[in-house]
């Protein structure tokens, strides 16, 4: 959890500092921040140019993918012959129509051989008794997450404010964010003595950061004010190391490497189809209670605090699951 929690950590440091600074200078002129990225942009160009291009290993990944294709398919303890007979199919039929374009190829690929195999991949590891309240876990917190899309609009409409001074808001809650993660693994070493095993210790970093991100998720709900905005902000923040947490705590309980691996795989996904769901129904949430004024606007994030809520419910399965 400590190496998750310190990349993530230097991840949300980086963002906190250019939203702090865009914030900064949209109060002198927005044409200063659009200018500041494209520089940015425009400095960032020639380290394209240290990329290897023509690596053995990377031209070895794009000219196997049927050996890919194979591992993948091991995971999931498919026949050998039915996975051979798949890839040939699908090989041959890209050879018969000539040389093609590396870009298209990865495209057909994910179309019409990794999409099988994630959703495969899914359904088995849902349909293990461990594995099930994980995976619910991912989709849910990625759900109630992904409220951020609309934080800006509905705290700007919500307290008249500008939309600088909710990014300043943004900035403090990626430093906490970072601040959090860092702090994590030292509250992991504190705890395990008196916890004795490193899943009691992931167990309640998951409880903990789910019961804050319920508190801050209420706080703004019920927030009067910009400042106790930010003081909900703060809160919600804290609960950041749900995810790295979760991961260690699955991880650890799995002795299989082939079991991880499949993890790991449909967690990606799990999560990619909670973004897609996320999106438009929180945006969808908050644009009917614009057109729902006589209904208080908070009434999006008690949404959110009650999602979070089911979540920490079914957290509190995992260790009866064990």
Not at 53 to 64: F, G, I, M, R, S
Not at 115 to 125: C, D, H, N
Request: net charge positive.
């Amino acid at each position: 959890m400590g190496t998750f929690n310190l990349l993530t950590a230097i991840l949300i440091g980086t963002m906190s500092l250019g939203t702090f600074v865009s914030a900064s200078l949209l109060n002198v002129n927005v044409f200063i921040t659009c200018g500041l990225v494209v520089g940015v942009y425009v400095v960032l160009v020639p380290l394209v140019a240290l990329f290897p291009h023509d690596h053995p290993a990377l031209k070895q990944t794009y000219n196997t993918d049927d050996a890919s294709v194979e591992e993948s398919r091991s995971l999931m303890s498919a026949p050998p012959g039915a996975s051979s007979s798949l890839v040939a199919g699908h090989g041959s039929a890209l050879e018969a129509k000539g040389p093609v374009p590396t870009m298209f190829r990865a495209l057909l690929r994910a179309a019409t051989v990794d999409l099988r195999l994630s959703i495969k991949l899914v359904v088995q590891t849902v349909r293990d008794p461990f594995t099930r309240p994980v995976m619910i876990l991912y989709f849910g917190t990625t759900l109630a997450s992904c409220i951020s899309l609309t934080t800006q609009q509905w705290a700007s409409g919500t307290f008249h404010t500008g939309i600088s001074n909710i990014d300043k808001v943004t900035a403090m809650e990626q430093i906490v964010s970072a601040v959090t993660l860092l702090a994590l693994p030292g509250l992991a070493r504190y705890l395990h003595p008196r916890l004795r095993t490193k899943e009691a210790v992931d167990f309640w970093v998951i409880v903990g950061s789910l019961l804050a991100s319920i508190a801050g998720a209420l706080i703004i709900a019920t927030a009067p004010s910009l400042a106790a905005y930010a003081v909900g902000v703060a809160v919600a923040a804290t609960g950041i190391g749900v995810s790295d947490a979760l991961r260690s705590f699955a991880t650890s309980a799995l002795s299989d490497k082939d079991l991880v691996q499949r993890l790991y795989i449909s967690i990606r996904t799990v999560q990619t189809l909670a973004a897609i769901v996320g999106a438009p129904l929180w945006s969808g949430f908050f644009v009917w209670l614009l057109d729902h004024p006589n209904l208080s606007r908070g009434s999006l994030y008690l949404g959110n605090a009650f999602l979070i809520f089911v979540c920490l419910l079914l957290a509190m399965s995992l260790r009866r699951s064990r």
